[in-house]
């Protein structure tokens, strides 16, 4: 209600001060609107810290927040309204009351999967920073979190802390390209720590821990291809019980020393497996450890026979989940060029089947249909998905561009270059997005369905 909002606005201002609370204010406005623009964040941020000023203070009036923050909430949904624009807020406008307030609270935009800030040359940062070093600050506030917006909050903070007292002491020093080399080989754990945790818990937000937890485990089956499922889903689950635990943590030290905690436990259990874990793992820096890792490529495919499909009792039992994850975990092993985002479509499949076949009236039917089905297509969609995002991860963009060319020539003769080059550039921007290791997950799901993936036209010929 009423009274924990303002306690709670009002202990992180006289706990932060005027400036850290502005600074923490940017940075989880910028979070939760990522796509808002700096002057709509802005005006935001002054609206909130004025109202934090005034009722905060000692002496201020009981009724001074609810009355400033009801003010606040009818300029929201006035039509000129200064702030971030949300296809929410008409919903919440038509509420009154805190009900209106609350519901404008909770509206946030979906994260940018593609993080959009580029650093910047240090001589570039210096000129921004001597013109104008709050305007600075607040720019570089806006943007970083907003491109790195699902960083757990207490990284974020630290990562743009360090950030800004690195320009603002190199910018000043007789000798800053030697203070920039310095402090950025400083701030290299703070920097990777926020890149990997932006990448972890979007998968996360995306994903949810089950699906989080199968996603580990085909990367860990493609890096690994000769541990059994008994070595590995510990690891994958073990990386799932971090993110939960943490993505949403205001714990200063949660990812930092969780990560390196569940680092440490899957180089114990994989280093001797291949050498190139033991590599990663051999340096003291686990965040480091882990970023080498999850940057790994993906093993080549040893020759084995294809997987046993599971029975129609495990599809149907109480842990049938398990059973669809191990079905997939020996998929990935066998299929060690296919992206996260094809795995992920197959498991949303099985769910779905699952859920339609095991409560049927005739389970056994439904289940066998539905095994014709996958065994007639399953191939060419794992095939294909192993052609593309191999031969991408193997070749020159510009040869990989040329080698779609080619094949697109061979299997569609009577296509006009128009389409040709618009099948090759769609494949091509598929390929550079969805099929490396730490993928979108949102995006490339997006782009993949399981009768017709992105390498595929359609039966009319026409782009996928």
């Known amino acids: 209600g009423?009274?924990?909002?303002?306690?709670?606005?009002?202990?992180?201002?006289?706990?932060?001060?005027?400036?850290?609370?502005?600074?923490?204010?940017?940075?989880?406005?910028?979070?939760?609107?990522?796509?808002?623009?700096?002057?709509?964040?802005?005006?935001l941020v002054h609206e909130i810290v004025s109202l934090a000023e005034s009722c905060c203070a000692e002496g201020a009036d009981p009724s001074c927040y609810d009355a400033g923050s009801s003010a606040l909430s009818d300029k929201s949904c006035s039509g000129n309204s200064p702030f971030p624009a949300h296809p929410g807020i008409a919903g919440c406008c038509a509420q009154e009351g805190l009900e209106r307030k609350l519901c404008l609270a909770a509206l946030q935009h979906p994260p940018q999967e593609l993080p959009r800030y580029v650093q910047p040359s240090n001589e570039e940062l210096c000129e921004a920073f001597k013109k104008d070093p709050k305007d600075f600050a607040d720019r570089f506030l806006h943007e970083y979190a907003s491109s790195y917006s699902q960083a757990p909050l207490p990284v974020l903070l630290g990562s743009t802390r360090s950030f800004l007292s690195m320009v603002s002491t190199c910018c000043i020093s007789s000798k800053p390209t030697a203070c920039f080399l310095k402090e950025k080989l400083e701030r290299k754990t703070l920097s990777l720590l926020t890149l990997m945790s932006n990448r972890a818990c979007s998968r996360y937000a995306a994903y949810g821990k089950d699906k989080v937890t199968l996603s580990h485990l085909t990367s860990l089956a493609q890096k690994v291809p000769s541990a059994s499922f008994e070595d590995l889903f510990p690891v994958a689950q073990g990386a799932a019980e971090v993110l939960a635990r943490c993505c949403d943590s205001g714990a200063e030290d949660c990812v930092q020393r969780e990560l390196s905690e569940h680092t440490a436990t899957a180089c114990a259990a994989l280093s001797a497996r291949d050498p190139r874990i033991g590599g990663c793992c051999e340096g003291k820096n686990l965040v480091q450890s882990y970023f080498c890792l999850s940057a790994l490529p993906p093993a080549p495919a040893p020759g084995l026979p294809g997987p046993r499909e599971p029975t129609d009792a495990q599809l149907c039992g109480e842990d049938a989940p398990r059973h669809a994850e191990r079905f997939l975990f020996e998929l990935a092993r066998r299929h060690t060029s296919v992206p996260d985002s094809f795995f992920s479509k197959l498991y949303d499949t099985s769910q779905q089947v699952r859920a339609e076949c095991c409560s049927a009236k005739d389970p056994p039917a439904c289940l066998e249909s539905k095994r014709q089905k996958m065994r007639e297509e399953l191939p060419r969609f794992l095939d294909q998905a192993s052609q593309l995002c191999g031969q991408y991860t193997k070749l020159t963009f510009l040869d990989f561009k040329k080698r779609l060319r080619e094949s697109l020539v061979q299997t569609m003769p009577e296509a006009s270059p128009e389409l040709l080059e618009q099948l090759v550039e769609q494949r091509a921007d598929f390929a550079s997005s969805c099929c490396s290791p730490n993928s979108p997950p949102l995006y490339c799901a997006s782009k993949v369905t399981p009768r017709t993936t992105p390498t595929l036209h359609r039966a009319s010929g026409k782009p996928a």
């Open 2 to 43: 009423r009274a924990y909002v303002r306690d709670k606005v009002c202990l992180e201002y006289q706990t932060l001060g005027k400036e850290g609370f502005r600074t923490l204010t940017f940075i989880m406005n910028s979070r939760k609107f990522s796509n808002a623009t700096f002057e709509e964040i802005s005006h």
